[in-house]
């Protein structure tokens, strides 16, 4: 009955992959300049939120329809998530292809943090942390192997089974017991959870070593201690507005920052990427964009 | 491959009747407090726009996803609509339903126009005039009969075989030349055009006539010059913010007008309801709210 293919996550998992995924996402974040993102529209319900995330990328025009419940299971609170995406062609309206976008969020979200990685970690980069070992992270993993030769990988979670069990996806990863340990000698951290706790420390951190900050995503997440904020030297956005109020530099007027401010978009340019350099700490603020998701779907429909 | 049904426009018009949509409308317009509604969000293309619209309605959350474009055809300008609908569980997060909406948006306008003439227009209507006879008009037509009993139907369009194609669904029709010709004797009069250029003038009006203001729903579409906004008594607006933004009432501030304003939910719900008598030509502004998409969905859930 359905007009037009209908894809599932395995069926995006089959045809994305994270590397091609994070050349969409750096044709994208190249130039901007056609791309069209109101704010993500928020409902809340008792015990979550539905959001609308709609987009024009390019000749690509889309919307994200996804939601974030929590329900307290027996032994601990779950976190269920749904997410669709429907694109459409700009010039006929015509429908392209409708989604499951669980999947496709998992990998475009890697997918930037990898780009990201790219653009502003050290070209020497050897060990990698990964806090949090839910089901993006595998991707994550994936993401930063794809843009650096690491020799290490270094997991932690809450749960220790989780990071055991991510740990058998890869070769020469390590399963820590503690955010300290887990960070204290890697070039590139990142961070994956959904805490409004923050956790991490600037003082375990190595010198210029590199923060992929992912878990903050809403008012009232955050990860970074204010010592983070206060101590890093370059923070990137994936877009302003959205973390100004989402991201992790919505505490950023909390400290006393000397951080420079840059977007995605300007690094990847190669407008402002002289700033990386010599200036300590890095951390890239990741709020996730309705422009990756329409992006990423697009590349998925040529593949058809 | 879909997780959930997904139903066509010729599904949606075998489930859903003009009939029991108002009823529908009815339940919902009585009690907007467990509803939510952010304005809708639209994407300005070359030639048209996506819109999204979210909303909450009790214990369901959706989407309308959809876009207008002005194609020019071979012989004259053409309008293309898209619209999807998906309806999701709130508690849950659930998806219970994806469907074509232009059925379902069709039927949904057409009920609260019906709605809105039950409670606003005199009781003994019996000339009904629709102003525009595309798509929209046939349920505008039902719903109108469903609520008055009417002798006589009068239908004008700028192409007159599209009104004349019209006057065959019903008994009792009369195709009008001039839109003049089509209201000076009807007590309850329909306007269901793109129009940009208002065109209804109020020396033209019935006393104590009631007015449905279906066709402006975006900035800069109008169908009623500035007499009517001078002259009517009563004005009704189906949501204040996207009425004073998109609607007919975008203009009120253009004249002197003395009008008595309400919402629909004050009317329905018997709020407002003494406003009505006594207060000369009454008018409905009709913009199309995200609820009415939510609620009319919900209702298609509900008999499958």
Redesign the interface.
Known sequence: ???VR???ND?IKELLSVEETIVVMEDLFKDLSDC?M?PK?????P??D?R?M???VKNT?G?K?C???L?EGRTKRKV???A?V?I?D??????LL?M?AEALTAIRTAAVTGLATKYISGGSSEVASFIGCGNQTKYQIEAILNVRDIKLIKLYDLDITQAEKMAEHFDNTVVCDSVKDCVEDADIITSLTPSRVPFLEYGWLKENSHINAVGADAEGKREMRPSILTGVGVVVYDEWEQCSHSGEIQYLDEVNSNAKLSSLEDIVSHKKIDLINGNGITMFDATGLAIEDVAAARCVYEKL
Chains 1, 2 share one sequence.
Not at 41 to 45: A, E, G, M, T
Not at 90 to 95: E, H, I, R, S
């Open positions: 009955m359905l007009p209908y894809l599932n069926e069209q109101p529209v928020y409902l809340d319900i015990n979550g539905f609308a709609p987009a024009v025009a919307i329809w939601g974030v419940h329900n269920n998530i749904f669709k429907i459409n700009v010039a006929t309206g015509k429908l409708l499951d």
